[in-house]
Every structure is written in structure tokens, then in C-alpha cells.
């Protein structure tokens, strides 16, 4: 019976907790008009959720594209198709990893802060501070919060992907001897701009959309104790990486059904 | 950290990831290959084009020439009608030139090849190529053999 029962809270919290959620993005979104006009908001979160996250970026980047490479070519090589090296790499990184894996350092790195800065508001009321100087927290804090995340996500992953393309050339040509015109032109050959590049960056734009999501609600739904921040952290960082592997599962079937 | 410098490393980070998809449009990607705009359509009807796709490349003389645009069935015949785009640089095929279905290596993806003839009009936007060879399928080819050999025992 108490089992039951529990399945029952559980069920009835975490629908609780997806519309508290999607009253709280309605509100974000309208909170992103307005600051629209305050513009210098959304260059500090920029700063903040963005060029503070390069450096994992680049350097994650670099070396999943070097690990590439030297995998694709032990594969391909007992093929005698190592001149499909180039393909490999960049297919690998536009269509999944550059997307997915910038999602999921984006969650960790900048998710987490995100989430903890606003749980730390909450936790020593300057929610509250604000909103009984008639500002609303929702238009002043989430809305620059969750624009800064959604608009950097998406050039992240541009990032990582190109980087990693560099890396597997690093690699490929670098080291192990692949020509540097037949990486390029394999590359060229295969990938295609809207099947593969423009759906990668569709995938990312959904993923900063629903990471940031995820951090900033949970920064603002945390319980206001010390232990209450830390748990929401906690909880941003699995809920958003669960949540960017199954749309990565959804997205891919869509996109790439036919090809 | 001052206003400026804030700034300054957000129109930076900006310019980067931009720079980055720019670079994967153009040099990953095949949007600086791709001129939809000049390049003229011919047709080519084939028994049978194997595993050829959309967007295989036509080739003559082994030099890539244009990629496959459109391959469907023809409703009178039920031969496959295949359509080429090739470039506006080579508008110069003679009208009786022959095209094949090619298979670059034994297994790998399958290609048109063009042989030009000898006519001295040129293909033009629409026109249709009448000399073509169909695809070599392999099964086939092995089943014919099986069988001839069959028949020669008997």
C-alpha cells in the first residue's frame, strides 16, 4: 500500500514540478521580450555562460576531434580507405558529437552555475529583495540568463565541431600521413550544408533552448537552504544531460530518417 | 572586469563562433562546390541504375562534371529515367554521347560516366541522352554465370 502510494506522490510532484516548469518559460519568454531593450544585461550572462565555457570547448574539441582521427584511421586503414578519413571525422562531429557533447559540458559547466547562482538568490532572499522593490526577478534575472544560454549554445557547438575537424587533421595529416587535399576534398564530397551542418546546428539550438531551460528553473524552484542549492545543481546537471541524450535520440530519428 | 573589456570578449566569442560555422559551411561543408544556378539538366533513360543515388557524380574522363539530380520511373517503359545537372563550363558534350552507370572500385558507390561522341551539336538544357549502359549488378551477373555453366553440363 505505502509503495503505491509513493508511486502516486511521485507522479503527482513531478507533474507538479513540468507545469511550475512550463508556467515558469512562459513567463521567461515574455521576461526575453522586454530585456530585449536592456541590452548590456544580456552581454554580462553572454560573458558569463559563454566566453567562460570556450576554453573547455576548444580544448575538448581538439582532442575528441584528435581521438578521431587516430581511431578512424586504424579502422579505415585496414580497408585501404583512409582517404575517407576526413569524411569520417566530420561527419562524426557535425551530425552527433559536436551537438551532444557541447550540450553536455554546456550543462556542466555552465548549467551548474547558472543554477546555483539563482538558487543562492533565492537562498538569501534577494528574490525576495527585488520583488518587493517591485522588479521582477523573473524579467531581471532569468530572462537575460536564459536568452545568454540559448543564443551561446549553438555558436559553442560551432565551435567544438570546427576545432575537432582541425584536430582530426592535426592527427590524420599531421601524423600518420593521410594527404591534405583528399581530407578536405573527401570531406567536401560527403557532407552536405543543410542535411548535415544546418541539422547539427538545429540540434544545438534545441539543446541550449532546453539545457538553459532546465538550469534556470531549477536555480529558481531550488529549496532556499544550503542543501536545497545543492541538490538543484545536482539535479541540472542529470536531468539536463538525460534530457539532451533521449532529444539526441528523438532529433537524430527525425532528421535523418531518410538519408 | 571593466565594461569595455566585457564587452570586447563577448563580440569576440561572437565573431568566433560565427567564424566557426562559416568554416564548416564552406570548408567542411560542400556550399563552395555547389552551383545550383549554373549548370544545365539532361536527361538519360537506363534499364536498370543499381545502387546509383541522388547526388552521385557524373563524370567524363574521370574529372567530376555534374551530380545526379533526379532518378524516377518512367511511367510508359518502366525504364528509370535518370536527370543530370552539369555545369554551365561544359556545355560542349556532342548530342551522342553515351552514358554508363560505373562502380568506382569493386564494391565502393556508384557513378554516371559520359563517353562523348562525335555529332557537332551540343546537349542542351532538357535534351536526353539516347546511348546508355545500365548498371552491373552483380548478383546477376554471378546467377548468369551459375547458369550457363548448369546448362553447359547438361
Do not use: C, H
Amino acid at each position: 500500500m505505502t509503495s503505491i502510494r509513493g508511486l502516486g506522490r511521485w507522479v503527482i510532484n513531478s507533474v507538479l514540478r513540468l507545469g511550475r516548469a512550463t508556467v515558469f518559460l512562459t513567463a521567461t519568454l515574455l521576461g526575453v521580450v522586454l530585456i530585449l531593450r536592456r541590452f548590456r544585461l544580456i552581454v554580462q550572462q553572454v560573458f558569463a555562460v559563454g566566453v567562460l565555457t570556450v576554453l573547455i570547448i576548444v580544448v575538448s574539441g581538439l582532442f575528441v576531434g584528435m581521438v578521431l582521427g587516430l581511431q578512424g584511421y586504424n579502422t579505415l586503414v585496414d580497408f585501404g580507405a583512409e582517404s575517407s578519413l576526413g569524411l569520417v571525422v566530420a561527419l562524426s562531429l557535425t551530425r552527433e558529437l559536436g551537438p551532444v557533447l557541447t550540450a553536455l559540458l554546456f550543462a556542466g559547466r555552465a548549467g551548474s552555475a547558472l543554477t546555483a547562482e539563482i538558487g543562492l538568490m533565492k537562498a538569501t532572499s534577494q528574490l525576495a529583495g527585488m520583488e518587493m522593490m517591485a522588479v521582477d526577478p523573473i524579467e531581471r534575472v532569468m530572462a537575460p540568463r536564459f536568452l545568454a544560454g540559448f543564443v551561446a549554445m549553438p555558436l559553442l557547438a560551432a565551435m567544438f565541431t570546427a576545432i575537432g575537424v582541425l584536430g582530426g587533421y592535426l592527427i590524420g595529416v599531421g601524423l600518420l600521413g593521410v594527404d591534405s587535399g583528399v581530407y578536405w576534398t573527401s570531406m567536401q564530397e560527403g557532407v552536405d550544408v543543410y542535411d548535415d551542418i544546418l541539422n547539427g546546428v538545429m540540434k544545438s539550438v534545441v539543446f541550449g533552448f532546453v539545457v538553459t531551460w532546465i538550469a534556470v528553473f531549477e536555480g529558481y524552484d531550488a529549496v532556499p537552504t544550503s542543501e536545497g542549492v545543492s541538490r538543484a545543481t545536482t539535479r541540472t546537471v542529470v536531468i539536463a544531460s538525460l534530457a539532451v541524450l533521449g532529444l539526441d535520440f528523438i532529433l537524430t530519428s527525425l532528421m535523418f530518417s531518410e538519408v | 572586469m571593466s565594461r569595455n573589456a566585457l564587452e570586447l570578449w563577448v563580440g569576440l566569442f561572437v565573431v568566433a563562433g560565427l567564424a566557426a560555422l562559416a568554416m564548416l559551411a564552406l570548408r567542411v561543408g560542400n556550399l563552395s562546390t555547389v552551383n545550383v544556378t549554373d549548370a544545365y539538366k539532361v536527361t538519360a533513360s537506363f534499364g536498370n541504375v543499381g545502387g546509383l543515388n541522388v547526388k552521385a557524380p557524373v563524370t567524363m574522363a574521370g574529372v567530376k562534371i555534374g551530380r545526379v539530380s533526379n532518378i524516377q520511373i518512367d511511367r510508359e517503359d518502366y525504364s528509370a529515367i535518370v536527370e543530370f545537372s552539369i555545369d554551365r563550363r561544359y556545355n560542349n558534350l556532342p548530342t551522342d554521347t553515351s552514358a554508363a552507370i560505373l562502380t568506382s572500385g569493386l564494391l565502393g558507390a556508384q557513378y554516371v560516366g559520359l563517353e562523348p561522341g562525335g555529332e557537332d551539336t551540343y546537349l542542351k538544357q532538357g535534351d536526353r541522352i539516347e546511348i546508355t549502359q545500365s548498371a552491373v549488378v552483380l548478383e546477376q551477373l554471378i546467377g548468369q554465370m551459375l547458369f550457363s555453366k548448369a546448362q553447359g553440363d547438361g
